[in-house]
């Protein structure tokens, strides 16, 4: 069984800053590319970053420049932090991995809320 925990997120002031982080836990044989998408409601899900295993990293065009987002394969996490927020950055944010365990996939994190207030 696989779980991903996300921690973060909640009532932000505009202007502020937000730190999310995704664990992922289980019988994990390896993971590969890791990030973060949200969901503003009515709205599609979207990208908010990914990191692959490597290092190499992806951002949506509406974080892109304010996004940072890094992972520790030591211990299956990502983080991620989002500068100079904005109301239109309210949203859920779900955490994504592929993981291997017998072969690979994706799997959903069940999402966290975050309140950007102007």
């Known amino acids: 069984q696989v779980e991903l925990v996300e921690s973060g997120g909640g009532l932000v002031q505009a202007g502020g800053s937000l730190r999310l982080s995704c664990a992922a836990s289980?019988?994990?044989?390896?993971?590969?590319?890791m990030g973060w998408y949200r969901q503003a409601p009515g709205k599609q899900r979207e990208l908010v970053a990914t990191?692959?295993?490597?290092?190499?990293?992806t951002y949506g065009d509406s974080v892109k420049g304010r996004a940072t987002i890094s992972r520790d394969n030591t211990k299956n996490t990502i983080n991620l932090q989002i500068d100079s927020l904005k109301p239109e950055d309210t949203a859920v944010y779900y955490c994504?991995?592929?993981?291997?365990?017998?072969?690979?996939?994706?799997?959903w994190g069940q999402g966290t809320q975050v309140t950007v207030s102007s």
């Open positions: 994504n991995a592929y993981i291997l365990v017998l072969v690979m996939r994706s799997y």
């Open positions: 289980g019988s994990i044989s390896g993971v590969g590319a």
């Open positions: 990191v692959a295993r490597g290092g190499t990293t």
